[in-house]
């Protein structure tokens, strides 16, 4: 395993659309994390799973998207009735749980692109 | 909430120069921070971490940050910069259980 591996890398879809992104963590990391970054911006924070349980979702994370990570594993990001707003890059990373100092390894992202 | 402020969106800088950028961060308690560097087209990846087991932290590539609690600052520098360093760095605070990040500086080296 060489890393965190995330598909597709690039994604267009329509407005109104749903689309779905996939994650693939480093094998041993229990905990798995989305982030999107918009063009000249830093990545913020959507939410993170602890193995299967998802413990925490950001305000950003609006009903309209659902994260699963199902048996501790690959985890999806859905985007349902996507909208022009929707663009960005959206990151995934995976880190063991061994406190603050934790160092996450990101996935080099998928390009959605909302027209 | 932690936080951090880079203070120079853009940094351009000739080749051989040395690299400045930098980071304040506001925080409740002693922070965890990092420095970030994103290549067009590929990942995040890890420079350097703060972990209060030394004020200046060494990481790879050169470039190495100094911890000053006094100034809330972590800033990021390498004495000599490379046309390889044209990318983006963020500053990055441990915000338990995520990363908080810096809106990012673009760093371009002239030739």
């Known amino acids: 395993d060489t890393g965190v591996s995330q598909d597709p890398r690039h994604k267009i879809t329509k407005r109104g659309q749903n689309v779905t992104f996939r994650c693939d963590p480093i094998?041993?990391?229990?905990?798995l994390y989305w982030y999107r970054q918009t063009l000249g911006q830093g990545p913020e924070f959507l939410t993170y799973?602890?193995?299967?349980?998802?413990?925490?979702k950001s305000r950003l994370l609006s009903d309209r998207f659902s994260a699963e990570r199902p048996k501790g594993s690959f985890s999806t990001l859905e985007i349902q009735r996507t909208e022009q707003g929707d663009s960005a890059m959206y990151l995934c990373a995976s880190s063991l749980d061994i406190g603050q100092n934790t160092e996450a390894f990101f996935g080099q992202g998928t390009r959605l692109t909302v027209v | 909430a932690q936080s951090v402020t880079q203070l120079d969106s853009h940094v351009s800088v000739s080749e051989g120069t040395p690299v400045l950028l930098r980071c304040n961060y506001s925080s409740s308690y002693s922070p965890s921070l990092f420095w970030y560097v994103q290549h067009p087209n590929k990942g995040l990846q890890l420079l350097l971490k703060y972990t209060s087991a030394a004020t200046l932290v060494k990481g790879i590539n050169g470039f190495e940050a100094e911890f000053k609690k006094s100034e809330t600052s972590f800033h990021l520098t390498k004495p000599s910069a490379h046309m390889s360093d044209a990318a983006e760095y963020f500053c990055?605070?441990?915000?338990?259980?995520?990363?908080?990040f810096g809106a990012g500086t673009t760093v371009t080296v002239r030739a």
């Open positions: 990055v605070v441990s915000d338990l259980p995520k990363l908080s």
């Open positions: 799973f602890q193995n299967e349980a998802q413990l925490e």
């Open positions: 094998s041993e990391h229990n905990r």
